[in-house]
């Protein structure tokens, strides 16, 4: 039957030893909770796993097999496999190919760091960000949701549908605009562009 502990659900007793901490839930495992300060009417995020293994003590969890988080105020959501979470350090990692979406922005790769406390996402390989108009892809890359700061490194490709652009470089960075378009640059090496002009009408 279905088991809660501190908002955490899963259908068979989890296993706990108050004396180490050490904590395993069989699955699957749901969590919701609302965010601090959110309105009334702000949906719930909720987070899911097939299995959770930790420590109470450490507050360090691993949230094996399939993994999803969804956050409907604005528009998140994540999917991957094993993700291991360090809630003192307020840090997410996992090893293994995943996906996301926020808003419009949307991304995959494989292997993916998050330090909420920086607001830094970090992308260790395969890195593909994409919104309307625009797809970044590189061997990895980082993003700082808090400043909009961007790094691309390794075999970079940044495709634009306004007129057909396509630049490759070593490394790129720049920024993420609020109104989602990218701004580049190449510090201290080249940026090879190509592009389609229109053809003027007579």
Known sequence: RDHCVTGVQTCALPIWV???????????????????NAAPDHPPQRLSAERLQGNTQT?????LGAVR????????????????L????????TALPFTFTRGALQGSGSG????????????ENQCRVSQPGETLEAQRCQWNWLTGAVEAHGSVVLRRQANQQESRADE????????????ISSPGGKVTSR????????
Do not use: C, N
Request: hydrophobic share 30%; proline share 6%; aromatic share 4%.
């Open 59 to 63: 507050q360090a969890y691993t949230l």
């Open 112 to 123: 993916l760091r998050v330090l909420l406390k920086q607001g830094l996402a970090q992308i």
């Open 172 to 183: 790129l960075v720049g920024s993420l605009a609020q109104g989602g378009s990218v701004t």
């Open 18 to 36: 108050p004396s180490t901490g050490q904590l395993d839930a069989m699955g699957p495992v749901m969590a919701e909770q609302r965010p601090t």
């Open 195 to 202: 592009f389609q002009i229109p053809r003027q009408r007579r």
């Open 69 to 84: 988080f969804e956050d409907g105020g604005p528009s998140q959501r994540f999917e991957g496999r094993d993700v291991h």
């Open 86 to 93: 360090d809630l003192k350090g307020q840090s997410g990692t």
